[in-house]
């Protein structure tokens, strides 16, 4: 049975400004001997604004790049495909560093075999650009500090910058989230206590443990020696008695006392001196 197949990879991506992503192809004729066939690729960027940056896009088979929208004369390029040996080819599409949260690119890639219009298939794409996430270090001690005049540019609406987060357990470094990662490093250059982006982007998955504040009765178990940091019996020494982790309270009772009277007492309040053995 005649006829041209491609298939492959085709899920949705999402690209950060100024990256890019690849899908890997498989380009297979039907027809016996070998074959001519034309590829053309059309892109269309989703905007709810106007003014959107042009998108690039390119296709790669075994040697590298066969065609680039960037430099293209011609909209399509046409290969030498033998039907005993299928070609593996890569659709790839690049974000300019201009583009904006939420901005789309869909592509498609047609082969059609040379001279005709009717033996063809096709593959379609989208690539959504996503927000980039990068971490800054800072002197010891000034986190805040940093993550403040980094904010106070920020309000300034030209920094690129959606979101900065000092994490009170993370000495040393702050993380911003912005767009375009070159306007990002511009907009931190100078800030007094800043050491500069370190390379590269961090991800969801790298800082949702600070994005989730633990319960305030984490690390404590039943039986530990604990000393009271806040309330009417700061500075004594108990015993913890039972943990509600619902209402983040626990119940102790105190060393000094007379009467064993139980006490109930916020997770925070406390101190773990010594683990239950």
Known sequence: MGGLSL???KDDRLVPAGGNTLW?????SNEGGKKKV???ATMKVISVEEGAADWECRIYDSPGVIWDSNSASAPDVTIHLDSAKPKELRFELMAPKGVRFGEACAATLEACFDGTST???????????RQSMMILKASIGHERNVADDVASRAKTGKTGIYAIL???NLHGYIMIEGMNTDQMRESVRGIRRARGLVEGETTFAEIDHFLTPKPL???ISEGDVVELIAGPFKGEKARVKQIDEAKEEITVELFEAMVPIP???R???VRVLEKEK
């Open 267 to 269: 997770g925070d309040h």
């Open 24 to 28: 890997k192809l498989t380009l297979k």
């Open 263 to 265: 006490v109930t007492v």
């Open 166 to 168: 000092a994490p009170t």
């Open 119 to 129: 033996i063809c298939d096709r593959m379609e794409f989208k690539a959504v650009a």
């Open 7 to 9: 298939t492959g990879e």
């Open 217 to 219: 009765v984490s690390g």
């Open 38 to 40: 034309r590829l053309r």
